[in-house]
């Protein structure tokens, strides 16, 4: 049973970088993906972007200049940052899974597991 | 983007009732489409994968259809835990993007 268990700094100052990590314990890096979602306070879900257990990376285009996803397979993390936050970063920030599943010859990639979530809030 | 529009964005309903959410894709995604369940102050569970396909340890009064662009995640008999937020989520491109969600309250 894959969980992940994710920590960083839950509150930061306009133009700092938010800095999270997520830890994989009971399962393998090889065929999934490695995602960073967020969530506004009271708002929808928002997809920030995702590593391969190969380390190539994709991001949201609407964040791509502020974000590196990176991979630590040695130590089973993989981690966030996201430099010149404002207010309109504060969220809490999920680790996801995208887990490769094969169903009738296709290959899909649903969110399972998540991260417990961290809240993050940037203020002055 | 392909956006993905939920709807309605909230629903009342009493325990027993069957709860229909639909999801329409902007552009079509085959199958790739996903649902999950939110509980305040929790990450989101997924339900359903490939549009119809039950996660493991998921009630069966949940199911998923629905192919192309319009999708539909039915609760075929409410029960108390059930109350959340439900999202649909498209696998098919990115960037990777989520309905706004469907908040599902008691009546």
């Known amino acids: 049973q894959v969980q992940l268990q994710q920590w960083g700094a839950g509150l930061l100052k306009p133009s700092e970088t938010l800095s999270l990590t997520c830890a994989v314990h009971g399962g393998s890096f090889s065929g999934h993906y490695w995602s960073w979602i967020r969530q506004p306070p009271g708002k929808g879900l928002e997809w920030i972007g995702e590593?391969?257990?190969?380390?190539?990376?994709s991001y949201n285009p609407s964040l791509e200049s502020r974000v590196t996803i990176s991979l630590d397979t040695s130590k089973s993390q993989f981690s966030l940052n996201l430099t010149s936050v404002t207010a309109a970063d504060t969220a809490v920030y999920f680790c996801?899974?995208?887990?490769?599943?094969?169903?009738?010859?296709?290959?899909?990639?649903?969110?399972?597991?998540w991260g417990q979530g961290t809240l993050v809030t940037v203020a002055s | 983007d392909i956006q993905m529009t939920q709807s309605p964005s909230s629903l009342s309903a009493s325990v027993g009732d069957r709860v229909t959410i639909t999801c329409r894709a902007s552009q079509t995604i085959n199958n790739f489409l996903n649902w999950y369940q939110q509980k305040p102050e929790k990450a989101p569970n997924l339900l359903i994968y490939a549009a119809s396909s039950l996660e493991n340890g998921v009630p069966s009064r949940f199911s998923g259809s629905g192919s192309g662009t319009d999708f539909t995640l039915t609760i075929s008999s409410l029960q108390p835990e059930d109350f959340a937020t439900y999202y649909c989520q498209q696998g098919y491109s990115t960037p990777l993007t989520f309905g706004q969600g469907t908040k599902v309250e008691i009546k």
């Open positions: 996801a899974r995208r887990r490769m599943t094969m169903l009738r010859g296709v290959i899909t990639f649903p969110f399972h597991p």
């Open positions: 590593i391969s257990h190969g380390g190539s990376t």
